[in-house]
């Protein structure tokens, strides 16, 4: 992974905001009041989900923190109210486990008639978590979001966290959707790669799948909600306590702050205009960019949506 890093780093399709210019999007002065607004952001514990929840919780929204840990979600519930006086709501949720994805879905529904903004922040390296957790989750939600039109009169919005990692998904296709599922064909599939090419390749998969996600979103429902993807920077995290510890060092140096790396999805779910940001690909900070072209491919998202209704069946 490490020498991976190094790789990518000079090269500007994937390291443009390692050293960001100062964004001109500041969410304290920027976003609206979001009082009466009921919001729900998965890996709201940590990371850059963590401040997405505490700016959101600043401007007087309702929040819910969806997160697989109950300990780890009260401390960062505890640390939350401390920092902003408000304190959010937990909602346990493993978007690896399609059973645990339904109960918090069912226990959001019997808590809220609607939800205004989902932010499907959440993910690891692997597909079922990033993809089939957050499709699953969103379509068992459309009640909620469909609600939340039928209320207000304004498109509910879902903010889907990608990566520019998408970029490293299999060349060509997209997506070999045999990597995404044990047995023999994925056991050849991994033999034909070193192991830090198919770690990557799944990682860029799975990201991948975030975009399309959040086109077919966008455009299945477009009478009730606005659905965008996005990059939220090279910034600092816990995913990179993993690495040695040189590579933190340096990268401690060059990238900016976790915090930083939530201000494009509250720009998307907060501030941006729906027309604007409908079926798009946001880059830091704040503003439209342009996704990888297989990313548009509609008949790979037709066939990733079809494995997925497949995938979350009987669940």
Known sequence: MGNLLVKIAPNSSLS?????PSSKFEPERDMPDLTGKIILVTGGNTGIGYHTVKYLLIKNARVYLASRNKTKAADAIQKLEKETGKKAIFLQLDLADLRSVRRAATTFLECESRLDILFNNGGSVEFGTNVTGHYFLTQLLLPALSASYATTNVRARVINTSSAG???????????????EGGPERDAWLKRLSTST???????ESKLGNILLSNYLARAHSD???SCALHPGSVRTDLQKTLPSWMQFLLDLSLPPASMGAYTQLWAGTTAEPENINRKYLIPWARIGQADAIASNRELEDQMISWLKQKVEGF
């Open 16 to 20: 443009t905001d390692l050293y960001p």
């Open 166 to 180: 998408h970029k490293l998904a299999s060349p060509g296709t997209g997506i070999d959707f045999v990597s995404l």
């Open 198 to 204: 198919a770690g990557w390749r799944l990682y860029g």
């Open 224 to 226: 009730v909600l606005v």
